[in-house]
């Protein structure tokens, strides 16, 4: 949107200047956004009321410095603001951020969701998708076991009441917010939105979790959701950047409980390494939640990665206990239904 001025007089500064002249001053003058201004700045992006200029201009400058905690909780709630949702939405237990994809081993993680859902634990999954080619991402994974994806924020609280998970690509539940990510392709630089994003908690679930691929991220999402005033979350290096666990690698998780950060050291599930997948066969994660593959390597994926949700949502009290739980969870799934599944 053009920013208008009388003809003949004294070009007037557009509103949105100060945010990137704040970030792009120098090495001596130019200072990290205050949260206030992260939020202010984020809202008029998602408002459209920034230059495509100016918008590009902002996300390099943020990427090339790495957001801190104070800009990513005020982008993050920014846009939190702008997601309408329907004003009878349910209570939702666990926030699940899928924006990774997978492309080494198959996406294991959504059994370890579901298994939850059918436990009670309802879980709103959320994601951006084809950003990185020859990667599996949560909604073809997920027809692949007959579950939809919703594609409206009214039809993700009817499955979430009905079944006790959704999930959402961006593209459906912020299409603002999936339209400035996009420009990936354009600029040629991974957005810092696409680590904000992941923070968003849009229905206001009582836990959060995230995985990423590279661990200075973690200090960032564990200290932004405190800032966001998020009570309870978990971030870890998970495989592939996504929510689940690595079972053959010892796993540090940072953490808030009742809003206080700590970090908790899990050991290896397995011994040994795992090699990538030649193909990622989707048809597989039915046949593991069938029981008709008894693949133990990606069992020990799912389990722990229920374990580390049960550990700190508040359901478990240590880590044994956590994965004793998470086995059992698994273990006593009922294998002829699918939450969701049509």
């Given at each position: 949107m ?5 003809h ?10 100060q945010?990137?002249?704040i970030?792009g001053k120098?090495p001596?003058?130019?200072r ?18 920034v ?10 400058l943020?990427?090339v410095?790495t957001e801190?905690p104070?800009?990513a909780a ?8 702008s ?8 209570k939702?237990?666990v ?11 198959l996406?294991?993680y959504?059994l370890?969701a579901?298994?939850?859902?059918q436990h009670?634990?309802?879980v709103?999954?959320?994601?951006a998708?084809?950003?990185?080619a020859?990667r599996?991402?949560?909604?073809e994974?997920?027809?692949s ?6 594609t409206s924020a009214e039809?993700a609280c ?9 999930y959402?690509?961006l593209?459906?539940l912020?299409?603002?917010?999936h ?9 040629g630089?991974?957005?810092?939105i696409h ?8 229905f206001?679930a009582?836990?959060?979790i995230?995985g990423?691929?590279?661990?200075p991220?973690m200090?960032?999402h564990q200290e ?5 005033g998020?009570?309870?979350a978990?971030v ?14 010892d796993?540090t998780v940072?953490f808030?409980a ?10 290896a599930?397995?011994a040994?390494?795992?090699d ?7 048809p597989?994660l ?11 390597v ?8 229920i374990?580390?949700?049960l ?8 880590v ?5 739980a998470?086995?059992a969870?698994w ?9 969701g599944?049509?």
């Open positions: 053009a920013h208008p001025r009388a003949g007089a004294t070009p007037q500064e557009h509103p949105f200047a945010y990137v002249r970030l120098g001596n003058l130019s990290p956004l205050t949260m206030d201004e992260a939020r202010a700045a984020m809202t008029m992006i998602m408002k459209g009321e230059e495509q200029a100016q918008l590009g201009a902002f996300l390099c943020l990427r410095k801190l104070e800009e005020g982008l993050a709630l920014a846009i939190k603001d997601i309408q949702l329907p004003a009878d939405a349910p939702v237990d926030d699940w951020a899928s924006y990774a994809g997978k492309s080494r081993q996406p294991h959504l370890a579901l298994t939850l859902a009670g634990i309802s709103f999954m959320h994601g998708e084809n950003h990185t020859g599996v991402y949560s909604s994974a997920l027809a076991l007959g579950v939809p994806a919703a039809q009817a499955q979430l009441r009905a079944h006790n998970f959704a959402m690509t593209e459906n912020s299409p603002r917010l339209q400035v990510m996009g420009l990936r392709q354009l600029l630089l991974r957005s810092p680590t904000v994003a992941r923070m968003v908690n849009p206001g009582a836990f959060t995230n990423v691929t590279h661990p991220y200090p960032v932004g959701s405190r800032l966001m998020e009570r309870f978990a870890f290096k998970g495989d592939g950047g996504e929510v689940e666990r690595r079972p053959e690698k796993c940072a808030l009742d809003g206080q950060p700590g970090t908790e050291e899990w050991p599930l397995i040994g390494t795992r990538k997948e030649d193909g990622l066969e989707l597989r039915k046949a593991l939640w069938t029981g008709e593959d008894k693949d133990e990606a069992a020990a994926a799912i389990a722990g990665t374990a580390i949700v550990r700190y949502s508040g359901r478990a009290a240590s044994a206990e956590a994965e004793g998470a086995q969870m273990r006593d799934r009922i294998k002829t239904r699918i939450p599944a049509v």
